[in-house]
């Protein structure tokens, strides 16, 4: 039984079978970027193993093809051409490649960007931002801790412990749950160890006004803005060390 | 899970619980139609061709046919029809004809498989339409009015449609190839019109699994602001299981309605024709879309 044969809208595409492995680097980075922004996971993980065995390094695979193609997802989805849906593919494209690169950026010890631990905040179930915001940083080269939804201030604290992380991302969607992200910095203020991270603060009810009122370092609009915030921060702290 | 499968010579479209809603063009019909009889009449087919082309391009997935011109010779105008949307559009069609021999011309000179609209539950209806559509492997569409007509309660009219499938099934053909169409009336005139529906739907998705289809713009007859009453309805029978519907891809509400309601009911794939759809074409300046690689088509 042919699968979705009344959706298919052509015009846009080319039908032409591209035969990864018969393109030469440009072309591939190309037409990975392409692959990633259409949201294609398996032509991704192809792409990626292609470059490997052609000798360049996964943190190079990882820079100049998968954040890079990401990055322009991120612009997209930010002017309002690319939506949810289509980020969420791009993201889970981004996800295959990671999934082959990780274990070997390991290996060679090559040093995230930075380290993240995030979470949507108490109360609170969404979830969908939060994980595009995941993507988009690990995409931008961070190494990212997902404590998931509903995170109390103590998961929070205990987290910080363990993973040691430059930034903290606090995540909540309603109006009920927001202030919740006051708890968790004022409880950093009170064991004098708010200064130890960034903290980038999000959600639809959310404004800059709101992010400077309860002691965030950041408000940020959506997943691109955060990921390209968190770059920026981190830079700068690292120039004032 | 039911999949009825129609085509044309190039083209498969599939109408299914798990597809997006299928719109099937109503505009080739003369009736209430003065110019486009006149002209079909007189074998000027123009009009025929504008319209087949104008709604494959609004987004139908198949066309209505139907040349119900009275005191014309119905059955070779129809064939006549059929061959000149099929060399011009590769969407398959709905042969439409109250005349079993118009059905009839029309199904000899169809190239693929089409949707035989329609059978009724009148006994000799079923025993002269049905032994054609088995031979030709069509697909037919079942109005649930018989002998005594048209029933207003639903489950009068689901028990025809239930007798009907069994007949059909008698002569070979298989239920997901029978389409029910539960029939509308102008919910203007009948209050009920929109529940007799939805009740019905439902009652044919649950208990028989079976597709619909129906003359959606008919519920919207004689009203103000029609077409946005032809939406709702369209995407509450949605809903309530509707899974395909002859109507007018050319009115942007009717059409709007059914790609949310696939939307709403997780039949378009991660909103990708919602989307593309409804995408700012302006937008489109800085980022990926600009930079015009070679794009391929998600999974």
Known sequence: MPDDVNTETEEDFDDEEIDLSALNDDDLRAQMMDDLYDGLADEIAEGTNLFLSRGWGPDKVLGEVLVEGMRIVGIDFRDGILFVPEVLLSANSMKAGMAILRPLLAETGAEPIGTVVIGTVKGDIHDIGKNLVAMMMEGAGFEVFDLGINTDVDEYLEALEKHKPDILGLSALLTTTMPYMKVVIDTLSERGIRDDYIVLVGGAPLNEEFGEAIGADAYCRDAAIAASMATELITERRKAA | ?299
């Not at chain 2, 099937?24 to 209430?32: A, V």
């Not at chain 2, 009148?122 to 069509?138: C, D, N, Q, S, T």
């Open chain 2, 1 to 299: 899970m039911t999949h009825t499968v129609l085509s044309s010579a190039t083209k498969e479209v599939v109408i299914g619980f798990d597809k997006p809603f299928v719109m099937i063009g109503e505009r080739i019909n003369p009736t209430g139609r003065k110019l486009l009889a006149a002209e079909m009449k007189a074998g000027d087919f123009s009009r025929v061709e504008a319209d087949a082309l104008a709604q494959v391009a609004a987004g139908a997935h198949m066309l209505d046919i139907n040349a119900g011109i009275p005191l014309a010779d119905e059955p070779a105008l129809l064939a006549q029809a059929i061959k000149l949307v099929q060399s011009v559009t590769d969407v398959p069609l709905s042969i439409d004809s109250s005349i079993i021999e118009a059905l009839e011309a029309g199904i000899s000179v169809y190239e693929g498989k089409p949707l035989v609209n329609s059978v009724t539950g009148e006994e000799e209806v079923m025993e002269r339409v049905l032994p054609f559509v088995a031979k030709h492997g069509a697909a037919v569409v079942a109005v649930s009015n018989d002998d005594t007509g048209i029933s207003e309660d639903p489950n009068v009219r689901f028990e025809v449609a239930k007798r009907i499938i069994q007949r059909a099934n008698d002569h070979g053909i298989p239920t997901c190839d029978v389409v029910v169409d539960p029939l509308v009336m102008p919910i203007g005139a009948m209050a009920t019109a929109g529940q007799q529906v939805f009740t019905l739907v439902a009652r044919l998705r649950d208990e028989l699994g079976v597709n619909t289809t129906c003359g959606a713009s008919n519920v919207s007859f004689g009203l103000p602001n029609r077409h946005n009453i032809t939406g709702s309805f369209l995407s509450m029978a949605i809903g309530a299981g509707m899974t395909s519907a002859i109507m007018n891809p050319l009115h942007s509400e009717a059409k709007t309605a059914v790609m949310a309601a696939d939307v709403l009911m997780g039949t378009d794939a991660n909103c990708a024709a919602w989307i593309s759809e409804y995408r700012d074409p302006n937008a489109a300046v800085g980022g990926g879309r600009a930079r015009g690689g070679r794009r391929r088509k998600r999974e």
